[in-house]
C-alpha cells in the first residue's frame, strides 16, 4: 500500500473553490459508544449510536469578490446549509481519490484575526446540518 502525502487537496465550499487559500483541512466523523452489556458478562460490549462529522479548515483571508470572505461570511449570517467537499489530491474523483461531502452549517467564524506582521487567516469549523452526515464519493 502507497503512503499518501498530502500536497493538492481541493476545498469547495457552496461551490466556491477556496483551495488556493487553504493551509490546513481535516475531515472528521465520530459516533457515540454505546454500552450494551449486560448481566454474567465478563467483558463490556458497546454498539454504536448516533454519528456526528466535522471539516475544519485554516485559510488565508481574503476580502476579494468571490474570495475567502465574500464566501464564508453571508454563510455564517444566514444559518442556512450549504455542501462543503474535500478531496485529497486534484486529480479526478476515484476510489484512490475519492471526495468528502457534507450539508454544513458555518456556526461561528472569525473575519479578521492576526498580530502585526502576521498573514491574517480565520479557523473555520463546518458541522453536520444534514441526517447524511459525511459521504464518501468514488465517482
Given at each position: 500500500?502507497?503512503?499518501?502525502?498530502?500536497?493538492?487537496?481541493?476545498?469547495?465550499?457552496a461551490?466556491?473553490?477556496?483551495?488556493?487559500?487553504?493551509?490546513?483541512?481535516?475531515?472528521?466523523t465520530e459516533?457515540?459508544?454505546?454500552?450494551?452489556?449486560?448481566?454474567?458478562?465478563?467483558?463490556?460490549?458497546?454498539?454504536?449510536?448516533?454519528?456526528?462529522?466535522?471539516?475544519?479548515?485554516?485559510?488565508?483571508?481574503?476580502?476579494?469578490?468571490?474570495?475567502?470572505?465574500?464566501?464564508?461570511?453571508?454563510?455564517?449570517q444566514?444559518?442556512?446549509?450549504?455542501?462543503?467537499?474535500?478531496?485529497?489530491?486534484?486529480?479526478?474523483?476515484s476510489?484512490t481519490?475519492?471526495?468528502?461531502?457534507?450539508?454544513s452549517?458555518l456556526?461561528?467564524?472569525?473575519?479578521?484575526?492576526?498580530?502585526?506582521?502576521?498573514?491574517?487567516?480565520t479557523?473555520?469549523?463546518?458541522?453536520?446540518?444534514?441526517?447524511?452526515?459525511?459521504s464518501?464519493?468514488?465517482?
Amino acid at each position: 500500500m502507497a503512503k499518501f502525502i498530502l500536497k493538492h487537496p481541493v476545498i469547495t465550499v457552496a461551490g466556491v473553490d477556496l483551495t488556493d487559500h487553504c493551509s490546513s483541512v481535516e475531515v472528521s466523523t465520530e459516533f457515540d459508544e454505546v454500552d450494551l452489556t449486560t448481566f454474567c458478562n465478563d467483558f463490556r460490549s458497546f454498539g454504536q449510536g448516533p454519528g456526528d462529522a466535522n471539516i475544519t479548515a485554516t485559510f488565508f483571508q481574503d476580502y476579494a469578490s468571490g474570495s475567502v470572505d465574500a464566501t464564508l461570511w453571508p454563510l455564517a449570517q444566514s444559518g442556512g446549509t450549504f455542501d462543503v467537499v474535500v478531496r485529497g489530491g486534484s486529480e479526478a474523483v476515484s476510489s484512490t481519490n475519492p471526495k468528502y461531502t457534507m450539508t454544513s452549517r458555518l456556526f461561528s467564524y472569525t473575519p479578521l484575526s492576526g498580530g502585526y506582521g502576521d498573514a491574517s487567516t480565520t479557523d473555520v469549523s463546518f458541522r453536520n446540518a444534514g441526517s447524511a452526515g459525511l459521504s464518501r464519493g468514488t465517482s
